[in-house]
């Protein structure tokens, strides 16, 4: 290969404007007076080339911005170093912009995109006026104090309400990385088209009766605040030492396979950094408790970019004991998702298999902690595009989260278990939550927890056509088991102690 270095471009990008004194207490301390490239190099012409010249990437700790798998193209943010080792091992590559960070690091960003603040007072004006289908709740803080929201969407919002427990809930989040601002985009948009504020989907309503939602448009509120104040290529959190920011990666910071699969990195420095800990961040606790208050049945995580549709799990090899449901329904969404060309649509398929391993991500916390079918969506073909991308990006994923609504309603078994209490001769009954059930042919050996049914006795599955041996177990020993049949329909099971 050939070395392909834009001069051009790069004594452009290096005309800095006068420096200025930074008026921030906090500062990215591993990007402060760096010069950071972003550069696209160019992968082999066929598929395995290109992924092993990313896990070569990925292993060299680079900052992979994204793969566009049409053309081979993989954009990285590296600094002169990382430049020198892609020089040393002759892999060709060109600049596209070179900046020194903390002082020219701000491109200008059209102001329209969302921002941790129009985030807040949209959800809370959308709150006041849709009290009847909508719930907000502050679902933790960050780092710096911000708050972080989640919405419900539901005919049934009120926390007492038993009907809440009788529906299904789908977790949509966006935002994980503080540089992906179409994320909030699409979250958001999910609200106006589900409370009907669009009139895109034909009966809005049915889905707020059938589905409890949930959004989560800007988990990481801190670093959003440093993408629009300070560095907008920041990818990670604002957790800071002294003042001094070096970022969680939080979707490598889930305790789920937490630092298991060279997924992630151990060096703070990196734009992988999991964290000292599983689960050390607020931002990782404040997803996972929404999800631990909700059991969801599905859950939906939006990143850019790529135009990828992924699905569990995140390490080399590995796949859930629902494979086959993953990869159809993978498939479907991806196909069904033109890219941004206009020349093909999204592809599907494992983080390992597209990208490279990841540990400590939030699909696979879903998906393993409480059985959801867990997606994550990787848009656009940048991480902030033109303002006129957003209309067009969102009107295409609505299709996508749309129809996941519907397929997912399609196959999904719900169980009531009802059970009397034990020894009393009394025939009254009452919802047995916290009950085990499991399910043949849902192997769970990678840690997986049991599935449980929720506080009103519901249990909800997505589940592929077939037979299927359910055992479902109290709290007090008691079990039973049935089989079901699962048709491509919707099936609802009573089951009573
Ligand atoms: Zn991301």
Not at 199 to 207: D, F, K, S
Not at 290 to 316: D, F
Not at 363 to 391: C, D, I, K, W
Request: proline fraction near 5%; glycine fraction near 6%.
């Amino acid at each position: 290969m050939t070395k392909r270095i834009l001069f051009s471009l790069l004594s452009l990008a290096f005309a800095f404007s006068p420096l200025t004194t930074a008026t921030n207490s906090v500062q990215p301390i591993n990007r402060l007076n760096e010069v950071q490239h972003r550069i696209s190099i160019q992968g082999p012409q066929n598929y395995e080339g290109v992924r092993q010249l990313m896990g070569w990437l990925k292993q060299s700790d680079y900052d992979i911005a994204g793969v566009n798998w049409k053309n081979g193209l993989i954009e990285v943010i590296t600094d002169d170093s990382g430049l020198a080792k892609l020089n040393q091992y002759r892999i060709s590559y060109s600049i596209i912009k070179s900046r020194r960070s903390g002082i020219d690091s701000i491109e200008k960003i059209d102001s329209r995109f969302l921002n941790p603040q129009t985030v807040e007072s949209k959800l809370k004006q959308l709150s006041q006026q849709f009290p009847q289908f909508t719930r907000l709740e502050q679902i933790g803080s960050s780092n710096q104090g911000r708050p972080i929201w989640a919405m419900l969407l539901s005919s049934t919002p009120q926390k007492n309400d038993p009907a809440y427990f009788n529906k299904p809930t789908l977790i949509v989040d966006g935002m994980h990385h503080a540089r992906e601002i179409m994320t909030s985009e699409i979250v958001m948009d999910v609200a106006d088209v589900v409370l009907g504020m669009k009139r895109m989907v034909t009966p809005w309503n049915q889905i707020m009766d059938s589905w409890n939602i949930w959004i989560v448009p800007m988990l990481n509120v801190d670093g959003n605040n440093i993408v629009w104040t300070q560095n907008n290529w920041w990818r990670k959190n604002g957790r800071a030492n002294n003042n001094k920011v070096f970022g969680v990666d939080i979707n490598r910071n889930y305790p789920f396979r937490w630092n298991t699969c060279n997924g992630s990195s151990g060096s703070a420095t990196s734009d992988t950094y999991r964290g000292d800990k599983p689960g050390s961040e607020p931002e990782t606790q404040a997803l996972a408790r929404l999800g631990y208050m909700t059991n969801p049945t599905a859950s939906l995580s939006y990143h850019s970019y790529s135009e990828i549709v992924l699905y569990p799990y995140g390490c080399q090899g590995s796949f859930t004991s629902q494979a086959a449901l993953y990869q159809k329904v993978g498939n479907e969404l991806a196909k069904m998702i033109p890219n941004d060309s206009g020349n093909g649509t999204y592809t599907a398929g494992t983080p390992w298999q597209l990208l490279y391993s990841v540990d400590g991500d939030s699909m696979s916390f879903m998906h393993s902690e409480f059985g959801a079918l867990s997606f994550t969506l990787e848009v656009n073909q940048s991480f902030q595009p033109p303002y006129e991308l957003r209309a067009p990006t969102l009107a295409k994923h609505r299709k996508a989260w749309t129809y996941f609504l519907q397929r997912t309603s399609q196959n999904l078994f719900s169980l009531k278990v009802t059970a009397s209490l034990r020894n009393r001769g009394n025939t009254e009954s009452f919802a047995a939550g916290d009950a085990t059930v499991a399910i043949s042919s849902i192997n769970n050996t990678l840690g997986e927890k049991p599935f449980k049914t929720n506080p009103a006795g519901n249990f909800f599955k997505v589940l592929d056509p077939g037979f299927y041996n359910i055992t479902v177990k109290l709290a007090d020993g008691r079990s039973k088991q049935f089989q079901i049949e699962m048709k491509g329909q919707p099936l609802t099971e009573m089951i009573q102690f």
